[in-house]
């Protein structure tokens, strides 16, 4: 428990500190905070100083504008946070271990090597490449119980009959001999496994190097006419890879081994064997080709569409949805990416920046499987349906249902977004600037027109609530705003709103002329907001004779413009 708290303590400021070292942006701060997964931030320094040197320091990133540094940033990521993942996750579980040792030991050839002796200390590579190399190594890298277990073995009498699952297995089983499926270069186990069922038939009564000690039996389910060898066919290799050319099992096994193995190798190829991952890719990709386009509007909400028409030319299989203003939410889920058996999934945001990652594994498919493709591919449709409803939920992903609540303002009941009005509306809105219609009204809800009926107009609230519907109420409102309002209806329309809002300008950094659709000429006033964070912001005037247009530049203060 002490020792936790003086972690946390130690890892407050970590990314502050290294923030300030490598003069990063916030936004490429938490891309790279979130391909550390210690929990004290510990690889943090390394990986931001790698970035620094593989990212920001190469052509073209200097001089790259924001968005595409976004973009550089955000494939850093992609590329090496799952490297990074998998190095932390299998050297942690690795390291003690003086087998992977030995081994790691043989790879790098010298014993005294820094990665040798503190494999799990990110800081003694040097650079991402090794990472990388080190990382595919600790994958692969099985002990000798976990490679035992790739086998089926039995037992009978002075025999031990091992049938190898895996190429580790078949290494081990067949050490001593000359077998090809057992040497450590240029393995041919796959080759042989594909069309045959291997043996392993193991004398111990015999001497270690007698020639029958071990004797490799492939039994063969798949014809290889090339060798004149039918289904069924046995043949057999003794310890020197000698093929025993015209002797059958029955020859020189007592009758219960040759039994045992006509028993398993019947059992075997009527059984299910689990399809590879690329046999599994070829099939999930031509049925998600047939959906390749499909709006996915009655599950996940209008606008997401999924698209798998890049695969071939970029591996990248993704579903999308176009929030204006903000622009694009990505989801990219490759099945299968890089060879891997899941699907991992990542959200990339409208700025291009990495907002989650996750990933599923589809569901185990065998060859006795019909439908491989529609299956893999439903199974992937549900999976990706759930995990985006839960990213739309988290990061409140939605079309924005613009209100327009005053002359000059509208804003989106769903979020609170809110933003000022033009005479001209934003491709995703109707509203324009101008006193508040009967339409306008109508599209708020009940609880808006008694806020706005009694704050701006001065209604009570038993006059709204005397109404007996919505109607009633906008047709009072209506009255109150054309009775209240008189006066500023003789004044030029938007003056005395545009005087209120520069009130709390800074400064006027534009003036232009237009003109609206229906050719009512306006004037809109560019300026910058008052107070840190003020961003720009407009307000237009509209107006009909070069008269009114003076008293506007008189009385907004705009002649020395
Ligand atoms: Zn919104």
Redesign the pocket.
Known sequence: MKLLMVENILSEGIPEKVQKKYGLTNGEMMVLGMMDPTPTKKLLEWITKHYVEDMRNTNGYPSAGEAEKQAFTSGFHAKHQPVIESWFENIEKKKDNPDFIKDLVELLGNPNHPIAKSPADINVYDGLYVLRRITEFAEAFMSKSDIKKQSIKKKIGNYLIVVPKSEGASCYYGAGTRWCTAAKNANYFDRYAKDAIIFYVINLGKEEGEPLQKVAVLKYFNPKDEHDINVGDYTLWNVADKQLKGLDPEDIFPKDVVKWMEEYYNKSIDSPQPLSVKAKTKAIMESLHTMDGMYLTSTLGPGWRFDSSDYEMDGTVSFAKEVPPEGWYIVYATPYYDGRNIVPVELQGPEGDVLANTSFALTPVTNKHENVGPTLAADYMKNMKSIIKDFIEEFDI?D??WLKVNADREF?S??G?SRALGVTPYPDSDNVQGTMTRRDYLQLPDEYLFDIGIEQLGLTADQLRAKPDKRGRVDLIMWAQEHGNKEEEQEIEGLENAKQRLSKSEQITDLEFSNTDKGEKFLKIHYKEKGPGGGPEFVSVKYNTPEELQTIYKSLDLLNI
Request: proline residues 0%; glycine residues 0%; aromatic residues 0%.
């Open positions: 939605h924005h249902t989106c769903d979020c977004e």
